[in-house]
């Protein structure tokens, strides 16, 4: 049950404390990184505090802005400048998870704080009215605040709690195998291995501290962004047959006519409970007058740098002569992570020695997507290749974007003295105690 609207002709506190409303209004939270209504930013960084809407897309009874502040002083200094308390208790006084009824210029709003400088603001769940409150937030976050946090370029910010980023990162997983590791971080080790950081005083011992963390930060940037894989051929060696059967649905368009993918078609898919996206290609040839293909195929080529492996398909029932287009990929350093030999349940005579620009050693696997042969092996090794290690559960991982930039660039500042102190600021502000609500 959502938080009822104050009566605006009763400006004091609820008759009974216990009163079933006001145990609901300190309840109704949802998880940072809902989505927010179009239009809306779901975080708004600004010098003086950051302005995130928790509640759902779309309209609601009630919506939930959460307003951090970088001090008690320049919150307490916003909320002012918008809020009217109606309640006995002012913002300055009211304690932790103390409801404050008033009004927001014309609009009836709940105040509750929720951590030393974190509000929220449940209004009513129209998308004005919601946007109304996040535009004046932002706006007032600009003026000046003296109790910010300067960084090294001298702008004024307030990170994201370490508890807040973990729940932003845990609705983000897709599979329980990731989801599990990123809610072993709130289990102390990451939290105590970060303070280490902060007051350990010896460069040597903070390098090995880092090392520990940073080893696993792409297995840790993988727990919320899958593995990208890129499928990429000359045309008709079946590519997008392969696809659909590691999707096991038809997702790509299987023609016999040369060009009938245009462009890159991703493809989600769950291997071994970690999560992937197999990005189908256009089929790369020398030779197209059709602009549309020239664009697909460029798409292709270019995501070679971008992808975190990529296959190159060849059709094993015939003799495959080297393309133009491979010597040139080849050239600029992007070497195939296997070659997959497709239609493998027909004879022919393909072989590797026919691609003399891939180097020796490349794996081969023989797949055929018309009767599924191979491709289970196919699965196996992406996996294997992709994640040869998986790190004890509880291990500490950066599993954030904020957390694992502030680490490298500690990392990178070891003999800086001024570097390392606002580091260890910023990391102080993540590790800032707040309340949690179930």
Not at 19 to 30: L, Y
Not at 104 to 132: F, L
Not at 237 to 266: C, H, M, P, W, Y
Not at 376 to 395: D, F, K, N
Request: proline share 8%.
């Amino acid at each position: 049950m959502a938080p009822h609207r104050p009566d605006p002709t009763d400006p004091g506190e609820p008759a009974d404390p216990g009163d079933r409303d006001s145990e609901d209004a300190r309840s109704a939270w949802v998880p940072p990184g809902s989505q927010t209504p179009a239009a809306l930013p779901h975080v708004d960084n600004s010098p003086g505090g950051a302005v995130q809407v928790l509640t759902p897309a779309g309209r609601g009874a009630v919506a939930v802005v959460e307003f951090r502040a970088c001090g008690f002083a320049t919150g307490i200094r916003v909320l002012d400048t918008h809020f009217q308390c109606l309640s006995a208790v002012g913002l300055r006084e009211s304690s932790a998870d103390r409801i404050l009824y008033g009004t927001w210029h014309r609009e009836q709003v709940v105040v509750v704080r929720t951590a030393p400088a974190t509000w929220e603001i449940h209004c009513h769940g129209g998308t004005a009215a919601v946007a109304a409150i996040v535009d004046q937030l932002r706006q007032s976050c600009r003026l000046p605040a003296q109790d910010a946090l300067a960084d090294s370029t001298g702008t004024e910010s307030v990170p994201e709690t370490l508890d807040s980023q973990i729940q932003n990162a845990l609705i983000r997983t897709r599979t329980l195998r990731t989801a599990a590791h990123v809610l072993a971080q709130t289990q102390g080790r990451l939290r105590s291995r970060l303070e280490q950081l902060i007051v350990e005083p010896s460069p040597a011992r903070m390098s090995d501290l880092l090392a520990d963390i940073l080893q696993w930060q792409e297995f840790a940037r993988h727990l919320t962004e899958p593995w990208r894989v890129l499928i990429l051929g000359p045309p008709n060696v079946g590519k997008s047959s392969l696809v659909n059967a590691l999707a096991g649905f038809e997702r790509a368009i299987v023609s016999e006519q040369a060009g009938t993918t245009r462009d890159l078609v991703e493809v989600p898919l769950i291997l071994a409970q970690w999560p992937f996206v197999i990005c189908d290609s256009a089929g790369v040839r020398s030779e197209t007058a059709d602009q549309i293909e020239q664009a697909g195929i460029a798409a292709a080529v270019a995501a070679v740098r971008t992808c975190d492996a990529w296959l190159l398909v060849c059709d094993g029932s015939r003799q495959e002569a080297p393309a133009d287009w491979l010597a040139a990929v080849l050239r600029g350093g992007a070497v195939p992570d296997a070659i997959v030999k497709n239609k493998c349940d027909l004879s022919g005579p393909f072989s590797t020695r026919m691609l003399p620009d891939v180097p020796e050693g490349c794996p081969v696997i023989e797949t055929s997507a018309l009767t599924g042969q191979g491709t289970r092996q196919l699965s196996e090794w992406l996996v294997s290749y992709l994640i040869p290690v998986e790190p004890e559960l509880g291990a500490p991982l950066p599993v954030t974007q904020p957390l694992r930039e502030v680490l490298r660039e500690l990392r990178t500042s070891l003999h800086d003295p001024r570097s390392i102190r606002n580091c260890r600021g910023r990391l102080q502000l993540m590790l800032a105690e707040c309340t949690v609500k179930p």
